[in-house]
Nanobody, 126 residues
Framework: QVQLVESGGGLVQAGGSLRLSCAAS????????MGWFRQAPGKEREFVAAINRSGGSTYYADSVKGRFTISRDNAENTLSLQMNSLKLEDTAVYYC???????????????????WGQGTQVTVSS
């Protein structure tokens, strides 16, 4: 089991940057695929990015590709999301999630992820 706590959210102007972090408890962080999802007001939660156990493979939603970078530090049990060139439509609550490495569900499926953080608010202003 793993517990996840996000941080780093806040208010930023369009075009700016933010770096989100997710601290994981437990000694098995490196055994999990990790992902970031987000939920905007009135919308369903959506996939943002994912990273495999070693950090060697990453996956992104088309809407953030080229602007966001997901990374992990297995020694420090942390997951990060560097967000650049932020847009108004990036405003949402961002969640980190931990999921199984071997599963029928794809990296962008919420069903892959068993453990979720409480979320951190990101607000992009004009």
């Amino acid at each position: 089991q793993v517990q996840l706590v996000e941080s780093g959210g806040g208010l930023v102007q369009a075009g700016g940057s933010l770096r989100l972090s997710c601290a994981a408890s437990g000694r098995t962080f490196s055994s999990y695929v990790m992902g970031w999802f987000r939920q905007a007001p009135g919308k369903e939660r959506e996939f943002v990015a994912a990273i495999n156990r070693s950090g060697g493979s990453t996956y992104y939603a088309d809407s953030v590709k080229g602007r966001f970078t997901i990374s992990r530090d297995n020694a420090e049990n942390t997951l990060s999301l560097q967000m650049n060139s932020l847009k108004l439509e990036d405003t949402a609550v961002y969640y980190c999630a931990a999921g199984a490495s071997y599963t029928v569900f794809t990296y962008d499926s919420e069903r892959r992820y068993a453990y979720w953080g409480q979320g951190t608010q990101v607000t992009v202003s004009s």
